[in-house]
């Protein structure tokens, strides 16, 4: 099958859905399928089209969101490259600008168009409104979601029942929705792949002592992923055990506020902030963690609880219906519904070595549900459901001249 991936986000850009497309494409290709990627060029304002790993990067203009770029909704200079591909299949990750032109594209030249629907705006509305106006947003929201994944979509992907039930019971959505929790690349979070060297001279790095027992979070650093309640509960922690660190993995627009706050209560030297971290060393820090916390309510799934699990690392989760079917409460980790619960559960576990390992163990094993090439085996279902018994492309060509000569002969031309 011949699949067109259509997003705004591609690498060198670095989050969660980044790493679900690229993890979706190369597992696809390993079942022996040709991907093809139109992304945002995020490095500069020229097309470009990388051959050997089939990724065409449309000029875009900054957003002033991160990194990211937005490009036009019909880019002329793009159709005809794209229109060689023979696409069989397009699958849209996001809802605007390249988004939309997937649309476009997929109904211009009768292609069946698949879309996943990764992020809860709704919770995003504040970065833009400042806090005026939410209750509007949040309706032009709802409608703009309804719009891009009911009426220019045949098939909707979602990861949790949590984001199906946003879709069914306040969206009224009607058609198919597909729950597939995003997989990723299990095996490069394993002990046996990790680098003793590279982990102990990141160790060093990061004034990681032996004695330490370490409680991590990786994501985003911004109000939404409520850091500030782990970084609050942690002077709790220190209480009870002074080797208790909090490391937080990642940049956002609230680290000199979370900075600020450790400062404040004076817990800074067992807060570390690592900032931005290269994909190819996340699988380090994990394996740095004794314990993976978050308290997070606006996931649409939580990779980094499956990475945590996959490193064998127990997880402190927030009780959030993107957690609680990942996270088996007392099996894998624990969940919480408030700071007592929180405070307590990883008491516990600072102080509960052999529990720590247990749980770790059980969550390697449960990891194995996320593994990419189930993930894309899923996915590719869906491919064919969108297709609906039609034939791929090459077959529906061959299927239009036959039927145009039959014409052709009827009419006696």
Request: hydrophobic content about 35%; overall charge positive.
């Amino acid at each position: 099958m011949r699949i067109g991936i259509f997003s705004d986000a591609w690498e060198p850009y670095i989050s969660g859905l980044v790493t679900s497309e690229v993890m979706l494409k190369n597992a696809l290709e390993k079942l022996g399928h040709e991907v093809y990627v139109v992304t945002a060029n995020l490095e500069s304002f020229t097309y470009e089209y990388d051959e050997k790993q089939r990724v065409y990067r449309i000029p875009g203009i900054p957003t002033g969101i991160y990194d990211s770029r937005l490009t036009g909704i019909y880019p002329l200079k793009a159709i005809k490259k794209i229109k060689s591909w023979d696409l069989d299949v397009i699958h849209s990750q996001m809802e605007f600008a390249i988004g939309t032109f997937a649309r476009i594209f997929a109904k211009q030249y009768d292609i069946p168009i698949v879309h996943t629907y990764h992020t809860m705006y709704e919770d995003y509305v504040h970065y833009i409104t400042k806090g005026y106006f939410d209750g509007a947003s949040k309706k032009i929201v709802e409608y703009l979601t309804k719009f891009y994944c009911d009426k220019t979509i045949d098939e909707l992907i979602v990861p949790t029942k949590k984001t199906y039930d946003l879709f069914k019971e306040k969206y009224k959505y009607e058609r198919n929705i597909h729950i597939i929790p995003t997989g990723i690349e299990i095996d490069r979070f394993y002990k046996e792949k990790i680098n003793l060297n590279k982990l102990n001279s990141k160790r060093i790095e990061l004034k990681l002592t032996k004695d330490d027992i370490v409680a991590l979070f990786v994501g985003r650093v911004a109000s939404e992923k409520s850091i500030d309640f782990l970084i609050d509960n942690h002077s709790k922690l220190l209480k009870k055990n002074k080797n208790v660190k909090l490391v937080i993995v990642g940049d956002g627009p609230d680290l000199d506020t979370y900075k600020k706050m450790c400062k404040k209560l004076k817990i800074e030297d067992s807060v570390i902030f690592t900032g931005k971290v290269p994909w190819e060393d996340m699988p380090l820090y994990y394996h740095l963690a004794d314990i993976f916390v978050t308290a997070s309510h606006t996931e649409t799934q939580g990779l980094t609880v499956v990475e945590a699990m996959a490193a064998s690392v127990p997880v402190v989760a927030l009780d959030d219906e993107s957690f609680r079917n990942t996270v088996i409460d007392g099996l894998t980790g624990y969940i919480f519904k408030n700071k007592k619960e929180y405070v307590n559960k990883m008491i516990e576990l600072i102080e509960d070595k052999e529990k720590r390992i247990k749980m770790g163990k059980q969550g390697r094993i449960n990891s194995e549900a996320y593994s990419s090439k189930y993930f894309a085996e899923r996915v590719l279902r869906v491919y064919e459901i969108a297709l609906n018994g039609k034939p791929l492309k090459q077959e529906r060509t061959f299927f239009n001249r036959l039927k145009n000569t039959i014409k052709r002969g009827f009419h006696g031309k």
